[in-house]
Every structure is written in structure tokens, then in C-alpha cells.
């Protein structure tokens, strides 16, 4: 499924909230995992890892 199909069938709440609030979000489940919150957002790894800096949120990841 694209991208853009994949986000069209999430509800429109999904799609309205600021893309900081929606990684914090996944990112508080998944328990910080990096991984598996870049899988649920469909985005790749290192682009949610910038995009974690980019927003300071840094914080939601458990330091090893």
C-alpha cells in the first residue's frame, strides 16, 4: 500500500494532529522503540530519528 493510501485510510483526527504530537504518540507506545515506532508511522528509520531531534524528543527515548 503507498504511503499516501495508507494515510488516506486513518481517520482524519490522525491526520489533522501536529506530526510532533503523532511520534511522541507512537513513540510513548511502542516504550521508545525507535524501530518499531518508525514501522507504525511508515517512515524510515533515520528519517524518524531526525525528526525526533528535529522535535526534542529526545526525552521519550530510554537512554541505554
Not at 510532533?20 to 510513548?28: F, K, P
Amino acid at each position: 500500500v503507498p504511503r499516501h493510501a495508507a494515510l488516506a485510510e486513518r481517520p482524519e483526527w490522525y491526520r489533522e494532529r501536529p506530526e510532533s504530537e503523532r511520534i511522541a504518540s507512537v513513540l510513548a507506545s511502542t516504550g521508545g522503540n525507535v524501530s518499531r515506532a518508525a514501522r507504525r508511522l511508515e517512515l524510515a528509520r533515520s528519517t524518524l530519528r531526525h525528526k525526533i531531534k528535529k522535535y526534542d524528543l529526545e526525552g521519550l527515548i530510554p537512554s541505554d
